[in-house]
């Protein structure tokens, strides 16, 4: 009898696991920035323009971004990056394609333009519930060693969810930059582990309920 009522419920986690397995990839298009890419060294696009998936942000006629190809160190996980700070701050966004409470989680590479002020770059980073500002501090980094650092955001997703890079730099075309943006619901893995927790607390109240008969 137990072993059919521990079936029935690793079978029902399952199931209403299922949903989220689906979405184990990353929901962000080119998140690695390599859509169209910078054909040079980089390429400068202002408010209002787009690259690819990602729509540019800022106010004023100079703001924008730079999409970045060979001009520095690619992040760790590949691909092109982008300076939130084009000849002044800007930021880039695009609309994700999310299920509405669900639970997912953000990462990207954060470093920063090692060329110029201000040392300490920050960006503002918004999505479904999330809306947090990061700080990078530029120290040994050179175009070779650009020192990235993998941030992550866990958030619900709302009824629209925009994901936004925006620089909070002031007058400055040297600002913060991000790289290897994804977006993903728990992984596999995490689930296997939901599971296996559930099947220890059944064998666990199992073994009680056995002794108690015996004793």
Known sequence: MFLKCLRFTLAAAAIAAAPSLAFATNLVLDGDFNSPGSSSSFTTYFSGQSFGPWNVTGTGASTGVDLIGTYWQAPTVGGGSVDLDGNAPGGISQALTLKQGDWYKLSFYLSGNPD?????????????????????????????????????????????????????????????????????????????????????????????????KVA
């Open 116 to 212: 110029g002020q201000p040392t300490v770059k920050t960006v503002a980073v918004a999505v479904g519930s999330a809306a947090e500002t990061f700080t990078y501090t530029i120290g040994d980094n050179t175009h070779s060693s650009m020192n990235y650092i993998l941030e992550t955001v866990s958030f619900q997703a709302d009824a629209t969810n925009t994901l936004s890079f925006k620089s909070l730099d002031t007058a400055s075309p040297w600002g913060p930059v991000v790289g290897g943006v994804a977006v993903s619901a728990p992984e596999l893995s995490t689930w296997a582990m939901m599971l296996a927790g559930f099947a220890g607390l059944g064998f666990v109240g199992y073994r009680r309920n056995r002794a108690t």
